[in-house]
DNA sequence: TCATTATTCATGAACGCTAATGTAGCAGTT
DNA sequence: AACTGCTACATTAGCGTTCATGAATAATGA
C-alpha cells in the first residue's frame, strides 16, 4: 500500500521541474541525453508508475476500448476475444470485457458501463431484442464497430464471417454426398447469423434442385441470462434431435447451427442406433476444439474468428485515429469447410 | 463524434454552479429536491455523461480491476473470468482483461499493462516460470489475489480448487472400481495445481496399498505461447496415449489432467480396439461441456469455478475498501465428481 | 566582440471533476 | 434585537499529468 511516488516526486529527487521529468520520461525532445538518463534510472529506483487517470484526463483518451459480448463460453467468441486483446495490446491499448449473455438487459447495462468507464470506442457483439442500446455509443461519440451479428437499422462498421456462403458450403457438402432430405437443427434466435445461414442453407438446395420449405428447418430453443449458456446447448440440441427422431423422420444428412448441437445430435442418433455416416450425415458448424476428436470425427465449418478479430480491431484503431470516418464498411469473410468421416461417404 | 457536454455545459444550462449540479447528479445532500430534478433533467437532455477520466483522478480510483488469466480456450478460465465480471459490474467494477498464453513474457507485458492502465486491484492466474512478474504488483502498491495456480514465494490471498483432494478423489473412485494398474497423464507444468494433483493421486494409491513410483504418472508436453492452446490439448493427450498403448503398456484406469486428454485418449483407445470401461476406466478433469456427451460419457471432476471467482471478488473488494488488510488467506475449495459410464463396472 | 540561434530547462495553465470551505437567507430561540 | 442553527447554493482548491510559452544558458557566426 505504499504511496505511489508521482511525478513531483520524482522531480524533486533529481532536483528538476515536473515538466522536464515528464518529457524525459515520455521519450519528447528539450532533454539533454545525460539528463534523460539520469531521470529515468531515478525513476526506476522510486518504482514510478505514471498516473494513468491524470494521463487519461489531459489527453483525452483512456487508451482501453470496450468488447462487448454475448458470452465467453463459446468457443467462437473467446477466439475472439483473445485475438482483439492481442491486437489491443500490440497498439498499446488495454481491453474492457463486458458481458451480456444473451440478455438484451445486460446489455444494456454493459454499453452503459463501457461508456461510463470512458473507453475510446467498442467493439460489439449484439443481442437480438426489439430495442437498441446500441445507438447510445453512436451518440456518445463513441466510435463502434460491431461483429459476428448485424444489426441492420444501425449504420455501423461491421466484420463477420460469410454465413451464407458458409451455409451454402455445408449444404452443398452433404448435398454433392447424395443427401437427399436434409435437416437444418439451427438456433432460434433473431440475428443475422441465423438469417444468414438459412439463406444459404436455402440457394444450395435449390441450386440442387430441391425445393426448401419450413419442415426443413427446426429450431433449438434459445437459453438466455444463462452463465456459461453454452453447457446446455448440447443438452437442447440433444433434445430436439430425439423429439425428431421419435416423431419418426428420418433425415439423411443433419446440419446444425454449431457443434455443440452435432453432440447432443451423435447422442441421440447413437439411441436409435443410426450410424453416423452410413445412414445419415452430420456436418457442424464452428469447428470447436473437440469435433476432430469426436467418434465418428465431425466435418464443420472452420470459422475466421482471428481474421474478424483483426479487421475489426484495425477498424476501431483507424475510427480512433480519425481515419475512414466518412463512411461505414462491411466485410464477410469467406470461411472454410473442413472435411471429416461424418460425411464420407 | 458530437463534443461530449461537461458538468460546466450543464451548469450553465440551468443557471447554477458546477458543483451544485455534481452534487445532484451524485445524490448528494444540499441541494434542493426541485432543483435536483431540474438539474437531472437537463443533464438527461443534453446526454450528459461524466468524463470517467476527471472522475478517476479526483477519486483516486478506477473502478476498473485487472483480470491476467493464462488463456481463454480454457473452460475453467472462461468459466473464471465471467464469474468475475459478474460480480465486479455488480459492485459497480469492470474488468480488463490481460491474456498471457502461458507465456512468462507476455505475463510480464499483461501485468505491466494493467498497472499502467492504474487498475485497482488484479485478480490473476500465474503462469509457471522462474522470475516472478507478480511482485512488482505489490510492489506498486495493488491488492492483488491470485486464482487457481499457487505462487509459493508469495504471500498473497489464494483462492482455488482443492486440487489435492481432486486427485485423491479421483483416483479413490477408480481404485475403488477395482482398478489395481492407473496411469495418470498429466500436464508438464511447474504449477501448484499439477503438483496438488499428484500429491492427491499418491496419497490415494498409498491408501489403497498400492506403492507409487514415478511410472505411475505421464507427462504430456505444454504448449505456450499459442492462441487457444487448448485446440491442441486433444491432439496431445492423443499422441501421449498413443504411445503409451504402442508401448505394451495395458493400464487398467487412465486418470488425465483435464478433459481435452480424455478425449486424445478416447481416439487412441479405439485405434487398439480397447473398450471404455470394459477394458480400461477413464476418469477427467474439469467436466467440460462436452465430456457428458462423449461415447462414452466421461466421468470426471467438475470443479467449483464459479464460486472459486466469487470468494476471489470479494476478497478483492474487502482489500479495496481497505478491509483484512493483515493478513493473507488462502481457500482452497472442494471438489464434486461426476461420475459417468467411463468409470462403470 | 556582439548579435543570433539552438539547447535545456522552468513556469503557468488546463483537462473535468469532487471536496472543503464560505456565504447569504431565513426560522427559531432567548 | 441579537444570537444560533440550518438550508441551499457559490467559490476555491486540488487531483497528476501534458502542452504552450518563456527564460536562461551555451553555441555559432560575422
Known amino acids: 500500500m505504499a504511496k505511489r511516488s508521482t511525478l513531483q516526486v520524482v522531480a524533486e529527487a533529481v532536483g528538476l521541474s515536473v515538466n522536464t521529468v515528464s518529457r524525459a520520461l515520455n521519450g519528447k525532445s528539450g532533454v539533454s541525453e545525460s539528463t534523460r538518463s539520469r531521470i529515468k534510472a531515478e525513476a526506476a529506483r522510486l518504482g514510478y508508475v505514471p498516473n494513468a487517470n491524470a494521463r487519461s484526463l489531459v489527453l483525452g483518451k483512456r487508451s482501453t476500448i470496450g468488447v462487448v459480448v454475448t458470452d465467453l463460453a463459446n468457443p467462437y467468441f473467446n477466439d475472439l476475444v483473445s485475438e482483439i486483446e492481442e491486437q489491443a495490446l500490440q497498439a498499446g491499448y488495454t481491453i474492457l470485457l463486458l458481458l451480456s449473455d444473451e440478455d438484451p438487459d445486460r446489455e444494456r447495462a454493459a454499453i452503459e458501463a463501457a461508456l461510463h468507464a470512458g473507453v475510446d470506442g467498442i467493439i460489439g457483439v449484439p443481442v437480438q431484442g426489439k430495442s437498441n442500446p446500441w445507438t447510445a455509443v453512436l451518440q456518445a461519440g463513441v466510435p463502434l464497430v460491431l461483429t459476428a451479428r448485424r444489426v441492420t437499422e444501425l449504420d455501423v462498421d461491421f466484420f463477420s ?178 472435411l471429416r468421416s461424418s460425411t464420407n461417404r
Not at 439423411?252 to 447451427?257: E, I, K, P, R, T
Not at 447422442?267 to 436409435?272: C, H, I, P, T, V
Not at 453416423?276 to 476428436?293: H, I, K, N, Q
Open 161 to 338: 464471417n460469410d454465413n451464407e456462403a458458409g451455409g451454402y458450403m455445408t449444404t452443398s457438402a452433404v448435398l454433392e454426398r447424395g443427401a437427399r432430405d436434409p435437416l437444418l437443427i439451427e438456433e432460434d434466435m433473431r440475428i443475422s447469423t441465423v438469417e444468414h445461414r438459412i439463406a444459404g442453407f436455402r440457394r444450395a438446395l435449390e441450386d440442387h434442385g430441391i425445393p426448401f420449405d419450413t419442415s426443413r428447418r427446426v429450431f433449438v430453443p434459445s437459453r438466455r441470462n444463462v452463465r456459461g449458456a453454452m453447457h446446455w446447448r448440447a443438452e437442447d440440441g440433444y433434445r430436439v434431435a430425439r423429439d425428431i427422431l421419435s416423431s419418426g423422420r428420418r433425415p439423411d444428412a443433419f446440419l446444425v447451427g454449431n457443434d455443440y448441437f452435432a453432440l447432443g445430435l451423435y447422442s441421440a442418433l447413437q439411441e436409435r442406433n443410426i450410424r453416423v455416416p452410413e445412414d445419415t450425415l452430420v456436418m457442424g458448424w464452428g469447428d470447436y476444439a473437440f469435433s476432430r476428436f469426436l467418434n465418428p470425427p465431425l466435418s464443420t465449418l472452420k470459422l475466421p474468428s482471428a481474421e474478424v478479430a483483426r479487421r475489426a480491431t484495425a477498424r476501431l484503431f483507424a475510427r480512433l485515429n480519425g481515419e475512414g470516418t466518412e463512411d461505414t464498411v462491411t466485410v464477410m469473410i469467406k470461411p472454410e469447410i473442413a
